[in-house]
């Protein structure tokens, strides 16, 4: 009986261990994305709290409705993008945004509209993930330094980019299946 006391022990603590291989991958997952990013490390997590906060405001504001609107924050700028019933709740969804500490701008592209189907939220993640591949093929772009939104078939591109990067990376959305409109909403550099 009383070998079994530190077998067990030994089983508890290597179960332990495996989550923090789990916290250790993800963390240098995390810090991978980071070095990547044009975006300097507080800028880039202040972007991810700008998200949560986002996320938590507009689901206090329109308890109903918030699962139908999604805000992408990339440096301190905030897409939001999704379906609302009226103009009233887009017009309320900049200003709760607004509301958000550090927040420098609002694009406001909700719809006045119904909510989506799963089978055009599958389509725009299919158009997502085939727009991020083609950019991480293109050495004309820099892949990890975009970030793409697509909402209804509309693509959208943010990022710090270069005028000649931004021309490429608007070519390669342009020219990708699925994809019915390109808008950019890139921050320009040197």
């Known amino acids: ?7 067990a022990l030994i089983g508890m603590a290597l179960s332990q ?20 990013d044009r975006r300097t490390a507080g800028v880039f997590v202040g972007d991810q709290e700008i998200e ?32 609302v019933p009226d103009e009233a709740t887009r017009n309320r969804a900049t ?5 958000i500490p550090d927040v420098r701008t609002v694009f406001n592209e909700l ?17 997502t ?27 959208y591109l943010m990022g710090l980019v270069t005028q000649a990067e931004a021309k490429s990376a608007i070519e390669v959305a342009r020219t990708t299946a699925g994809v019915t409109k390109v808008v950019t909403l890139f921050e320009f550099i040197n």
């Open 95 to 99: 200003d709760v945004i607004k509301g």
């Open 52 to 83: 949560l906060r986002a996320l938590t405001r507009l689901g206090e504001a329109f308890p109903q409705k918030a699962d139908s609107i999604s805000a992408t924050s990339y440096n301190r700028q905030v897409l939001l993008t999704g379906q």
């Open 1 to 7: 009986m009383n070998k079994l006391i530190p077998i």
């Open 129 to 155: 993930s085939k727009v991020k591949t083609r950019l991480l093929r293109d050495d004309s772009v820099p892949g990890t330094k975009v970030k793409v939104v697509t909402e209804a078939a509309v693509v």
């Open 17 to 36: 261990l495996q989550g923090c291989a789990t916290a250790v991958v993800g963390g240098a997952a995390a810090g991978t994305a980071v070095a990547l």
């Open 111 to 127: 719809s006045v509209a119904g909510v989506t189907s799963l089978t055009s939220d599958a389509n725009d993640a299919a158009i």
